[in-house]
């Protein structure tokens, strides 16, 4: 894929070129106003993948709703960023908050999951989703019209909005789906069999293309957040990298007793876990300068939140100090350390300042604070929650 009237350019079969207007279908996503235009063709590509001609707007709306769940929910992403007054922008969005508030479904809640919540809360749920279908299905189409120098279309009514699309398609160019007479939530939508072939050829490269072009959305709305394009589907526990870290802590507490950040109790052997202090939901990575062993018992309580910087920031500090001192004063230990190096040792700070010898306990504190609480607030902002221990 390469950039394309400012997207990134799909690359299709030539062969589909010759009945299907490829150049318009890529510009279904140019210029989007809210968010909820990728998960709307998102769901579109999925459904046709699943061998579906026909369906509803309802349908397409629940699939959107799923596909954006784990992102809003776990991840705490804001589709279309935040009004002046701190209110929720994105039609998708409050869908989803709305069913969070319904239902008693978990952050990290299964697709199976959140589609039974969602049948189960349909008729408070209907406004929310209503809404989404008073634009985005009308103007994902657009770019046909514009390129086939088409004036006067009706935007401001569905009912002659969908006879234009009926019209289009049998009278000047094929396209993606044309649309029924029922009203709202009800609206029948007919894909087309050669758009459907097409899809179904390019399934992978089409959702690789819309997920390119959403995190670029998403990413402009969200400059805060870190590792985004990792936070769009439900989380791979492979991706974490702990192993490493857990032996140099084992190396640790055989020699020095270490104080539990949240209790104060003396850490047990075996009994603890190698917990992020910012939520790995949102740091993305498993930093070493982030990490402390925990309770094991209070480590599901936590879950994401966060904790009170104070006093326990303090408490960390101490902790990580502890360990500076020993990786620098004891050879086992400093071997323990330099295995951490390819996963847990990635920011250039922490190598550069933070693990460098000679610093007194001040100045490390000093160092850490420095780089964390910016990243702190960053999530504080972006809604993750204070744990109340």
Known sequence: MDEYFGQTHLEIDSAYYNKLDI?????????????????????????????????????????????????????????????????????????????????????????????????????????????????????????????????????????????????????????????????KLAKEVWFHPDWIRMIQDHTVSILGWIQYEKVKWLQNNNPEVPGLVYKLLPMDEKMRKLGKVRNLWEGILSQQSIQDVFTGKLIVPNQYDIDHFIPWSFVMNDELWNLMPMDSSLNSAKSNRLPQWDPFFRRFSDNQYVLYQMIHEKDEIHKLYEQCWRDNLHSIWAGQELYRPGNTKEQFDAILSKNMRPVYDSARRQGYEIWQI
């Open 23 to 183: 150049r318009s279908f890529m510009l279904m996503l140019k210029d989007p106003s809210y968010c909820y235009k990728f998960y709307w063709l998102e769901a579109i590509v999925d459904l046709i993948s699943e061998d579906v001609t026909e369906t509803t707007f309802n349908e397409i709306i629940d699939e959107m709703i799923c596909n954006a769940w784990y992102s809003v929910r776990e991840f705490h992403i804001h589709l279309s960023g935040l009004g002046p007054n701190g209110e929720v922008k994105d039609g998708l969005e409050r869908a989803v908050l709305t069913l969070a508030e319904l239902s008693d479904l978990p952050a990290n809640a299964s697709k199976v999951q959140i589609r039974n919540a969602i049948r189960w809360h349909d008729a408070e749920l209907y406004k929310a989703k209503e809404q989404l279908t008073h634009m985005v299905p009308y103007r994902a189409m657009a770019g046909f019209f514009a390129s086939s120098g088409m004036d006067n279309v009706p935007w401001n009514s569905t009912l002659k909005m969908a006879e234009t699309i009926s019209t289009f398609n049998s009278e000047i160019s094929a396209l993606p789906y044309t649309l029924g007479s029922t009203s």
